[in-house]
């Protein structure tokens, strides 16, 4: 039983489309080396543990949880979750 769906899309403009970088399409490569979105989920709302979901132009994707404000992260956490991206002329999408 699905309980809640929650939809974020993000059109990210680039006037160099062609020099998007992307090195890595395995699951939970390194954001910080190549072109990403990311979104950070303070579920708890106590601005210290929550949640980083990011996706590079290809589609793939980072997950982790973070705690102890943001100190320690659990990197080996993978949610379920599903991503669709498209590179265009002006930029790329993600949703």
């Given at each position: 039983?699905?309980?809640?769906?929650?939809?974020?899309?993000?059109?990210?403009?680039?006037?160099?489309?062609?020099?998007?970088?992307?090195?890595?399409?395995?699951?939970?490569?390194?954001?910080?080396?190549?072109?990403?979105?990311?979104?950070?989920?303070?579920?708890?709302?106590?601005?210290?543990?929550?949640?980083?979901?990011?996706?590079?132009?290809?589609?793939?994707?980072?997950?982790?949880?973070?705690?102890n404000e943001g100190r320690?992260a659990n990197r080996n956490?993978?949610?379920?979750?599903?991503?669709?991206?498209?590179?265009?002329?002006?930029?790329?999408?993600?949703?």
């Amino acid at each position: 039983m699905i309980t809640s769906i929650s939809i974020v899309g993000a059109y990210l403009d680039d006037s160099r489309p062609d020099l998007i970088v992307v090195h890595d399409i395995t699951r939970d490569s390194g954001a910080g080396r190549q072109d990403s979105f990311g979104v950070v989920l303070d579920t708890f709302r106590d601005r210290r543990n929550g949640y980083n979901f990011s996706v590079s132009p290809l589609g793939s994707k980072r997950d982790l949880q973070f705690f102890n404000e943001g100190r320690d992260a659990n990197r080996n956490w993978n949610a379920v979750w599903h991503v669709e991206t498209r590179i265009r002329e002006d930029g790329w999408t993600a949703e």
